[in-house]
Nanobody, 115 residues
Framework: QVQLVESGGGLVQAGGSLRLSCTLSGSVFSIDGTGWYRQAPGKTREFVAMITSGTVTVYSDSAKGRFTISRDNAKNNLYLQMNSLQPEDTGVYYC?????????WGQGTQVTVST
């Protein structure tokens, strides 16, 4: 089993920045890819970014150029640096990890971007 705990969400004005963190614990040796999804009110969960154990990164079109995903394997931490935030970035951000026996998810952290 793998546990994930997100932190770093909050309220920010449009144009501002936030850095989300996700701490992994448990059987982290079984993890390959990790990443972030988000869910806006009334919408389905959507992909934001992911990073493999080999540090290959993939971004959604909306995240590309504004968000940066990174991973500190020594500390079992995953990060999402978000710049130039816009109101449409508002939502609950979830980190996930791809394990041998399935995917694991955190409980989410709220990001609210005001105009």
């Amino acid at each position: 089993q793998v546990q994930l705990v997100e932190s770093g969400g909050g309220l920010v004005q449009a144009g501002g920045s936030l850095r989300l963190s996700c701490t992994l614990s448990g059987s982290v040796f079984s993890i390959d890819g990790t990443g972030w999804y988000r869910q806006a009110p009334g919408k389905t969960r959507e992909f934001v970014a992911m990073i493999t154990s080999g540090t290959v990164t993939v971004y959604s079109d909306s995240a590309k150029g504004r968000f940066t995903i990174s991973r500190d394997n020594a500390k079992n931490n995953l990060y999402l640096q978000m710049n130039s935030l816009q109101p449409e970035d508002t939502g609950v951000y979830y980190c996930y990890a791809e394990g041998d026996e399935g995917d694991y998810w955190g409980q989410g952290t709220q990001v609210t971007v005001s105009t």
